[in-house]
T-cell receptor
Framework: DAGITQSPRYKITETGRQVTLMCHQT?????MFWYRQDLGHGLRLIYY???????DKGEVPDGYVVSRSKTENFPLTLESATRSQTSVYFC?????????????FGPGTRLTVL | AQSVTQLDSHVSVSEGTPVLLRCNYS??????LFWYVQHPNKGLQLLLK??????LVKGINGFEAEFKKSETSFHLTKPSAHMSDAAEYFC????????????FGSGTRLLVRP
């Protein structure tokens, strides 16, 4: 049972480069999420998806692009990376059930933008 | 607006002594509440959740939390700390008017002294 995986686990890039972070889940969960974790902020939602081909902005979407052509994959792209996007990125998923359903988190990707 | 406040950024206890991590929430509706744990360089793992059933919720690894509506609190406790409990703990609220949204506290780092 692979669950939810993220790749790469660590990434160093330079300002202005495009970077794509991958997220894959094996549960066929309807919802998928991208968060960033920064000191003093807990986790903040970047984008989420309720189903394939349905995405919407979260709290901090600027500078990020997502797509979801398949239920199991939810890549996050930084089109032109900036130093302020240095962070730890977590992908999560949850089933399409009622209120309060648990979100399950991947192991995270630590991104450094130089 | 919904919010969650973790009252201590750091808590230090001796091994074998009780643990208390405090969390207060603000919500217009009866929310779902969660505690997640994050060990160093790991993803977030669900400890327990409250979804309007029993007010005392038991989780994994001996942790439990009590929902107190009158105090708008959801404190996490454990009778006896173990070295392996050292981690970051997040209190999270899911408002009942949202099917997906999670609001994270800023986290409490638990240190366990030998």
């Amino acid at each position: 049972d692979a669950g939810i995986t993220q790749s790469p686990r660590y990434k160093i890039t330079e300002t202005g480069r495009q970077v794509t972070l991958m997220c894959h889940q094996t549960w066929s969960h309807s919802y998928m999420f991208w968060y960033r974790q920064d000191l003093g902020h807990g986790l903040r939602l970047i984008y989420y998806s309720a189903a394939a081909d349905i995405t919407d902005k979260g709290e901090v979407p600027d500078g990020y692009v997502v797509s979801r052509s398949k239920t199991e994959n939810f890549p996050l792209t930084l089109e032109s990376a900036t130093r302020s996007q240095t962070s730890v990125y977590f992908c999560a998923s949850r089933p399409s059930g009622g209120m309060g359903d648990t979100q399950y988190f991947g192991p995270g990707t630590r991104l450094t933008v130089l | 607006a919904q919010s969650v406040t973790q009252l201590d950024s750091h808590v230090s206890v001796s091994e074998g002594t009780p643990v208390l991590l405090r969390c207060n929430y603000s919500s217009s509706y009866s929310p779902s509440l969660f505690w997640y744990v994050q060990h160093p360089n790991k993803g977030l793992q669900l400890l327990l959740k409250y979804t309007s059933a029993a007010t005392l919720v038991k989780g994994i690894n001996g942790f439990e939390a009590e929902f107190k509506k009158s105090e708008t609190s959801f404190h996490l406790t454990k009778p006896s700390a173990h070295m392996s409990d050292a981690a970051e703990y997040f209190c999270v609220v899911s408002p009942m008017d949202s099917s997906y949204k999670l609001i994270f506290g800023s986290g409490t780092r638990l240190l366990v002294r030998p």
